[in-house]
């Protein structure tokens, strides 16, 4: 069964960083896609970022371009979500998500889910 749980929210000033954290298990395909996502309240939720299994290659959002970064620890089987230089606009619940494949922003695109973790930035 495939398990992905994010930690590393919390509450930040506006200029702040934080680190989100996604351990994964399960995994029983080859090559796979983990996205990092966010849903702010009463907005759809948006993809953020991206990163290969595969060569490591990772994707952003342009509103996150620059800011954040994903990297992976296979060995740990963790990904992370590095964000500096937050902005208010960028509080929202804050998931990972796996999917088989090629990578992909598209959140309908990924088939499992963590539960989330909360992001507040203040102004």
């Known amino acids: 069964e495939v398990q992905l749980v994010e930690s590393g929210g919390g509450l930040v000033q506006a200029g702040g960083s934080l680190r989100l954290s996604c351990a994964a298990s399960?995994?029983?395909?080859?090559?796979?896609?983990i996205g990092w996502f966010r849903q702010a309240p009463g907005k759809e939720r948006e993809g953020v970022s991206c990163i290969s299994s595969s060569d490591g290659s990772t994707y952003y959002a342009d509103s996150v371009k620059g800011r954040f970064t994903s990297s992976s620890d296979n060995a740990k089987n963790m990904v992370y979500l590095q964000m500096n230089s937050l902005k208010p606009e960028d509080t929202a619940i804050y998931y990972c998500a796996t999917r088989s494949g090629k990578m992909t922003l598209d959140p309908d695109e990924y088939d499992y889910w963590g539960q989330g973790t909360q992001v507040t930035v203040s102004s």
């Open positions: 399960g995994f029983t395909f080859d090559h796979y896609a």
